[in-house]
């Protein structure tokens, strides 16, 4: 007895009809069809990363809305060797002169909030979900307008290496939709 295998318009042996029969141009694709790029992964490592370390900043913030966070900048300072009254060490613990219990408290939520939405995009990504590669172009691009304020109020190369990244991973995603529409 033949057993008939229903035709899903795709001669080849072994595959799946949810595989798509030609590569994207522009998109490597590897066995499987499977997307090959290698900075998607390393977009979705950065991403978890970050979205750790907010939500880490952000859930001890939140525990610890009445500490004396001069004192507590100053030490880790010390303890990290860094002298607390010098250089960029001490410029942060003079702004910490002013973070009282309700700003502790909006910036710790802010940050638990943006760390879930960077654990989001970085899951997608890590699965190379299209959806996450459009979450990410909308959020670190609306985010490109405050990090331009902060930077030409007070210009760090920390921030410029930061603002510079985010522009690079905007154009690399929307270069990425792009060549995905235009393939369909």
Do not use: C
């Not at 977009?43 to 880490?56: F, N, P, Q």
């Not at 997608?124 to 985010?143: C, D, K, Q």
């Not at 210009?155 to 985010?166: H, S």
């Amino acid at each position: 007895m033949t057993v008939q295998r229903p035709d899903h318009g795709d001669n080849r042996a072994g595959a799946h009809p949810a595989e798509p029969k030609t590569a994207e141009p522009g998109i490597r694709r590897g066995v499987g069809g499977g997307d090959q790029s290698k900075l998607l992964p390393l977009l979705a490592v950065e991403r978890v990363l970050r979205a750790v370390i907010l939500i880490g900043v952000g859930l001890i913030l939140l525990t610890h809305v009445h500490a004396d966070w001069v004192d507590t900048g100053r030490r880790f300072a010390e303890r990290v060797g860094l002298d607390p009254s010098r250089n960029e060490a001490g410029k942060l613990i003079t702004r910490l002169a002013g973070f009282g219990p309700q700003q502790a408290a909006r910036d710790g939520i802010i940050a638990v909030v943006y760390g879930l939405l960077e654990a989001v995009e970085g899951y997608g990504l890590f699965r190379r979900r299209p959806w996450a590669e459009y979450l990410t172009v909308i959020s670190t691009a609306l985010l490109l307008i405050p990090e331009i304020q902060e930077l030409l109020k007070r210009p760090t190369d920390l921030k410029i290496v930061g603002l510079v990244l985010n522009i690079v991973i905007v154009i690399y995603l929307v270069v990425r939709l792009l060549r995905r529409r235009g393939s369909h």
